[in-house]
C-alpha cells in the first residue's frame, strides 16, 4: 500500500491518505449485486401480486442509480442534480410520482445522501478542501441541522402537525444541512467535478435550445416537437410568446455565468471560443424565460464574475481585455434577435419582447400592479400570520393539518415571495443560517488568487450565480425549494472544491 500524498494548496498543506481500493472496489460490487438483486426480486413478485407493481418503477431506478455510482461518484451527483430538476431530455421523473405515497425526487436524494455515507464509511482519503472551511462548515450544519429539529419538535409538539407531514413540508431545509457538509467526499477526483460540469453543461444546453425553440421558433414544430425534450411545470404566454415554467431555469442561468466566466478568465483560445458560444447559446435561453428576476440574476452573477476576475488576477489589464468582446458580444445579441419574430403576426421581434417583459417590472413596481403587486399582497398577509414570530417563525405548518386562511391554497409558503418562505417556517434565524454557507463560499471564493488554470471560469461563474441567488431570493425560491437548494449545495462545495484543489490538478497553464 502507498503511502500518502501531500497536496499543497494555496491554504495549507494538506495530507491525503491512501485508497485502499480492493475494500472499494469490494463494497461497490457488493452494493451493485444487491441493487440488480433486489429489483429482479421485485419485478418477480409485481408479476404474481399485481399490487406490488407501484413498486417495480423505484426499484428499477435505485438499481440504475447504484450503476451510476459504482462508475463515477461525479456521474451520481450530476444525474441526482438533473433528475430531481426533471431536467433529464425525454424522461419526465415527475410522471412516475404517486401522490402522497412517492416522488421521485426525494428517492434520488435520499439515495445520494445514503451514498455519501456510505463513502465516507469505506474511503479513507478525503477531498482536498481547505481545513478551515471544513471545520466551518461542519460546525454550521450541527447547529442548523438542530434548529430543524427544533422547529420540527415545535411543530408537531404544539402546532398539532404530524411528524411526517412536518417532516416533509420543511426536507428541502434538511437535505441542504446534510449535503453542504456530505458532498466533499463526492468530489475526491477531479475527474468526479470534470463528470459534473459536463453533465449539467449539457443539460442545460438542451434545455435551452429547446427552450428558445418552443419559443421564439414555434415553425420548428412542424419538423420536431422541442417540448419533448423539456419537461416543464407549466406554460403560459406573454405578448404571443410561450413561457415555459422548469426547474431547469435555473441551471441554464448558472450555465450562462459560468460560461461567460470561462470566456473572460481563460487562457487557453480554444477555450474563450466555445465558452463564448455557450455563454450565447444560455443567455438566449435565460432571456427566453421572460422572468424579470431572471434577468436580474443573469447581470448580478456577470458583474460579480467581471470583478471578481480583475480583483484576484495576477494581470487585471490582460482580464480587462477580454470583458470588451464579452460586452461587445452581449451587446450584438439584441440587433440579432430584433431579427426573430416569434409571434404569428411577425409585428413584433423576440428583442422588443424581452424589453417589454423588462420595461413592465418598473411600471408594476411603481403602480404596485400586476405580479409585483400580487406579491406585495401575499407578502403583506404572510407577515401579519407571522407576526412577532418572525424571528423563529411558525415551523412547518402543512396546509393539509393547518390550512391558513387569506394565504394562497391555505400554505404559508408561496412560490412568488421568496425568502418569505424562510421567515414563515424556520424564521429569521434559520434563514441568516441558511444564508451563511452561500456568502461563505463567495468569500472564500473571490478571495483566493486565480492560479491561471481552465477552472478558474468556472469557480469565479459559480461564486457569481450564487452570489445572485442571494439577491434574487427576494422573490425567487431558488434557496427554498428541494430542487433549488440541491442544485445550491452541490455549487457550492463544487467551487470550493475546486479552489482548495492546486493548480496542477485543476489544469493549469491552458
Not at 433529464?88 to 428517492?107: H, N
Not at 417556517?425 to 492560479?451: E, H, Q
Amino acid at each position: 500500500m502507498s503511502a500518502g500524498v501531500p497536496v499543497v494548496t494555496d491554504r495549507k498543506l494538506v495530507v491525503l491518505p491512501p485508497v485502499p481500493p480492493r475494500v472499494v472496489d469490494r463494497a461497490v460490487t457488493i452494493a451493485v449485486g444487491l441493487g440488480t438483486l433486489l429489483a429482479s426480486v421485485v419485478a418477480g413478485i409485481a408479476i404474481l401480486d399485481p399490487r406490488w407493481g407501484i413498486l417495480v418503477v423505484p426499484t428499477i431506478g435505485l438499481a440504475v442509480l447504484v450503476g451510476v455510482a459504482a462508475v463515477s461518484r461525479g456521474a451520481l451527483v450530476g444525474f441526482t442534480v438533473l433528475g430531481v430538476l426533471n431536467g433529464i431530455p425525454g424522461l419526465d421523473l415527475e410522471a412516475f410520482a404517486v401522490s402522497g405515497a412517492f416522488r421521485p425526487s426525494d428517492l434520488l436524494i435520499a439515495f445520494l445522501i445514503g451514498a455519501l455515507v456510505f463513502w465516507h464509511l469505506t474511503t479513507t482519503s478525503d477531498v482536498a478542501v481547505d481545513r478551515r472551511w471544513q471545520a466551518a462548515i461542519r460546525a454550521w450544519s450541527f447547529v442548523f441541522v438542530g434548529w430543524w429539529l427544533l422547529t420540527f419538535v415545535r411543530s408537531t409538539l404544539f402546532s398539532d402537525i404530524p411528524p411526517l407531514q412536518a417532516a416533509l413540508f420543511g426536507r428541502d431545509f434538511l437535505y441542504f444541512g446534510l449535503l453542504v457538509v456530505l458532498l466533499p467526499v463526492a468530489f475526491r477526483r477531479r475527474s468526479d467535478l470534470v463528470v459534473l460540469v459536463a453533465m449539467l453543461g449539457v443539460g442545460a444546453t438542451i434545455f435551452a435550445l429547446a427552450q428558445t425553440a418552443t419559443s421564439l421558433f414555434p415553425q420548428v414544430s412542424a419538423v420536431f416537437d422541442p417540448t419533448l425534450l423539456i419537461n416543464e411545470t407549466f406554460t403560459n404566454e406573454f405578448e404571443g410568446v410561450t413561457r415555459v415554467y422548469s426547474f431547469m431555469g435555473d441551471v441554464v442561468l448558472l450555465g450562462a455565468v459560468v460560461a461567460g466566466g470561462v470566456a473572460i478568465v481563460a487562457h487557453s483560445r480554444y477555450w474563450r471560443r466555445w465558452s463564448s458560444v455557450l455563454f450565447v447559446i444560455l443567455t438566449i435561453g435565460a432571456l427566453t424565460q421572460l422572468s424579470r428576476a431572471a434577468y436580474v440574476v443573469l447581470v448580478a452573477g456577470l458583474l460579480l464574475v467581471v470583478a471578481g476576475a480583475l480583483f484576484r488576477a495576477n494581470e487585471p489589464i490582460a482580464v480587462a481585455r477580454r470583458v470588451l468582446p464579452a460586452l461587445i458580444l452581449v451587446v450584438l445579441l439584441f440587433p440579432v434577435l430584433s431579427l426573430v419574430h416569434p409571434t404569428k403576426t411577425e409585428s413584433v421581434s423576440a428583442a422588443q419582447v424581452f424589453a417589454t417583459r423588462a420595461e413592465s417590472g418598473i411600471e408594476e413596481i411603481q403602480a404596485r400592479s400586476g405580479t409585483f403587486g400580487y406579491r406585495y399582497d401575499v407578502q403583506s398577509r404572510m407577515l401579519d400570520v407571522v407576526g412577532n414570530r418572525w424571528p423563529i417563525g411558525l415551523g412547518f405548518w402543512h396546509p393539509d393539518s393547518r390550512y391558513v386562511v387569506g394565504l394562497p391554497v391555505g400554505s404559508i409558503r408561496n412560490t412568488d415571495v421568496g425568502v418569505l418562505n424562510g421567515i414563515t417556517t424556520i424564521g429569521a434565524i434559520g434563514t441568516i443560517l441558511l444564508y451563511l454557507p452561500l456568502l461563505g463560499a463567495i468569500v472564500f471564493v473571490v478571495r483566493s488568487r486565480l492560479k491561471g488554470s481552465t477552472s478558474d471560469g468556472t469557480i469565479l461563474g459559480a461564486s457569481g450565480w450564487l452570489f445572485a441567488v442571494v439577491v434574487g431570493s427576494i422573490t425567487l425560491v431558488t434557496l427554498f425549494t428541494v430542487q433549488g437548494l440541491l442544485l445550491t449545495s452541490v455549487i457550492i462545495v463544487a467551487a470550493v472544491s475546486l479552489v482548495s484543489r492546486p493548480a496542477e490538478e485543476a489544469g493549469a497553464g491552458t
